[in-house]
Each structure stands twice: as C-alpha cells, then as structure tokens.
C-alpha cells in the first residue's frame, strides 16, 4: 500500500530524512492550516447521522534532535464505502487515490505534499479515539510511522442546551502483545494548533464546493440503488400494481430531503468562507494601495529633488 505521493521527489525528500533521523514516528506536534481546519469542521458538520472521513496531505518536518512536526495543507476527500453511523473505514483504493492527489499536487505547486494522516467526524460523542479508531490509527503506523489522525466531534450537547465542537490529534503506541498475537495499540494525544495558510495550500471555497459535488454523487448514487431495487423488487408483481410507483415517489422523496440537507449545511459555511476570503482581500488591496502611495509620493520627492538640482544646470547653460 502506498501512503506516499508527491512522485520521486517525495520519496527522496522522505529517504533523506529517514536516513540520519532519530525520528520513533512519534510527532511532537500537528499543524494545520487554516483553510483545511474550516474546510474539515464544515465537512464534520454536514451529518450527524454518519461519521465522515477524509485524508490529510501535507509534509512531516523533522529537527534533526528526534522531533519532528507534521504540517497538513490539503485534504483529500473520500466517498463513503461503509456508511455505517459509527464506524469509518479506509480502502487501499481510497488511499491510492489520495496518494495520486498528492503526486498531481506536488507536480502543480513544485511543494512536495503527500498523504500524512486522516480525519474523521464524531457526531454526538467526545473527540477521544474509539478503541477501533486507535487499532485503525496503529495499522496505519505501522505503513507509515509518522502517520496521524484528527477526530472532529460535532453535534454534542451541553446541559445549558448549547452545542460544543472538539478537535483532537493523536497517535497510537504500540504495546507487545501476548503470545504472537496481533499487535496491541495504545492512544497518544498529539497537540494541534492552526497555522496561516500559504501558498500551494488548500483554500476552504475551492474545496467545499469540490466537497459539495462529492456528497452529491454520493447521494445520486444511492438513489440510483434505491430505484434499481424497486425495479428488481417489483418486476415479477401483478401489471396493474402501484408498488413501483410508489417506491419510486417515496425514494424520490428522499432523495430531495437529502440534497436539500447538503445544500442547507454546506451552503453556509462556504459563505462564511467566501465572505473570509473577501475579507483578506480586502486587507491586502489596503496594504498594496498604502505601499503604492509611498512609491509615488518617493517618487514625486525624487523628481522635485532632481528638478531643484537641475534648475541651476540649466540656467548655466542658458546663454543668457
Ligand atoms: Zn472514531
């Protein structure tokens, strides 16, 4: 399974680390850009039915003393194989995609990026890693031992009836097993903070849209299946029977509830992030036009100054 991306250049990047390091795996930190945080809380925020997954992109910056920090600056969004409300899963294919995203990435910004970790959401329960997500977490590990995992809990209320979000970053360590088993993880908490975003990073209206067309296909998908199932189901019934009919009214039905529902969580947050991205804009057009009124205001000074200098010239030249 390959966990890499970012083409040769990555895989050189990430030998000539490994090759001096006193690197374990275990990161002292994550930093995550600012886009991909907006951008992964919005998509956290989209049900509360199901948890989402996606994977994160970005690079592992050692220190050459051992520790070492992972900066995520993409993200890379998965459809749902297994839309189970409590359980996530990644496939080899999903990860082999991601990891073309990343090559494709590195080629475009010349940054090297590669597949770092995953996130996922828990809707109405802590942030803490599930016994399965520390198994999951380890596995990856043990492809990749710098690999790290975000958990987004979302939805969950307090007892003065408002709602609170909580973000963690963790790892797993692994404990020797008894007898030849397979290997047994524990939880590690990783510190996170939020990082400005900076070239070749993900831009959060960019990617909620992409993220939008995502659930879409998902969703058109499932309906597909829905009226497949009616037409199998109701193939062999009498002529004159209105149970296709209505399957087919009642999975249409549903079908809309569910585009209405991504549209009406999707839709503000990619506000919020367009007004943001306005807003920063709008900061560096008032720092650009204070830079330009300096430039032309040296530049009225120099020719005010050259014509001082050149009036008495002039006047010498005259011939009388
Ligand atoms: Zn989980």
């Not at 990617?207 to 199998?232: D, G, H, K, N």
Request: aromatic share 6%.
């Amino acid at each position: 399974m390959v966990l890499g991306g970012g083409g040769a250049k990555g895989a050189q990047s990430w030998r000539g680390r490994m090759e001096g390091a006193a690197f374990d795996g275990m990161l002292s930190s994550v930093e995550v850009s600012r886009d991909v945080m907006q951008t992964c809380l919005a998509h956290a925020l989209t049900t509360e039915r199901e948890e989402v997954m996606g994977l994160l992109l970005g690079d592992i910056e050692e220190d050459g003393q051992g520790a070492a920090v992972a900066r995520v600056w993409r993200l890379s969004f998965q459809r749902r194989v297994d839309r189970r409300p409590d359980r996530v899963e990644i496939s080899p294919e999903q990860l082999a995609a991601a990891a073309e995203e990343a090559a494709r990435w590195t080629e475009e910004t010349r940054r090297v990026t590669r597949v770092i970790g995953w996130y996922h959401s828990h809707p109405h329960i802590t942030a803490l890693p599930s016994h399965v997500d520390v198994q999951t977490q380890g596995n990856f590990q043990l492809l990749d031992r710098g690999f790290i995992g975000l958990i987004f809990s979302v939805f969950s209320s307090l007892p003065d009836s408002t709602s609170r979000m909580q973000m963690v970053g963790f790892q797993s360590v692994s404990a020797p097993s008894a007898g030849g088993g397979p290997p047994v993880f524990s939880q590690r908490l990783v510190p996170v903070s939020v990082a400005e975003t900076a070239e070749g990073g993900d831009r959060a209206p960019t990617r909620l849209v992409e993220l939008q067309r995502v659930q879409l296909a998902e969703e058109r998908e499932a309906y597909a299946e829905a009226l497949a199932a009616v037409a199998s189901a109701t193939a062999d019934g009498p002529p004159d029977s209105r149970a296709a009919d209505l399957g087919i009214a009642f999975h249409s039905a549903i079908y809309q509830k569910v585009l209405c529902g991504i549209l009406a969580h999707s839709l503000p947050p990619l506000a919020q992030a367009l007004h943001d991205r306005k807003q920063h804009h709008a900061r560096e057009i008032a720092a650009l036009e204070a830079e330009l009124a300096d430039c032309e205001l040296a530049e009225a000074e120099m020719r005010l100054s050259g014509a001082a200098i050149s009036v008495p010239a002039q006047q010498a030249a005259a011939p009388y």
